[in-house]
Nanobody
Framework: QVQLVESGGGLVQAGGSLRLSCAAS????????MGWYRQPPGKQRELVAS???????NYADSVKGRFTISRENGENMVYLQMNSLKPDDTAVYYC?????????WGQGTQVTVSS
């Protein structure tokens, strides 16, 4: 059974940094692209960053140059390093995997950026 567990969220001041982690189990992790999404209060969930199985990355325009997605296939982990955080980055952050046409999500981790 596929399971994704996020961690690393918290409260941080604007300009600060956080590193989110997502631990995957129940799959051959290295073969799957992974994504980080976020859902701000009262808004729809949106893609923040993605990484292919070979490490090609893609970022939303709003986080380019500030966020970095990475993965450690040997540890079944995907990370999101978030620097220069802004209040607009406040959201619940989720990692996602698509396997055989089915979306798998973690439970999410709250990130709150104070001004």
């Amino acid at each position: 059974q596929v399971q994704l567990v996020e961690s690393g969220g918290g409260l941080v001041q604007a300009g600060g940094s956080l590193r989110l982690s997502c631990a995957a189990s129940g799959i051959i992790f290295a073969t799957y692209p992974m994504g980080w999404y976020r859902q701000p209060p009262g808004k729809q969930r949106e893609l923040v960053a993605s990484i292919t199985s070979v490490g090609t990355t893609n970022y939303a325009d709003s986080v380019k140059g500030r966020f970095t997605i990475s993965r450690e296939n040997g540890e079944n982990m995907v990370y999101l390093q978030m620097n220069s955080l802004k209040p607009d980055d406040t959201a619940v952050y989720y990692c996602k995997l698509v396997r055989r046409g089915v979306d798998y999500w973690g439970q999410g981790t709250q990130v709150t950026v104070s001004s």
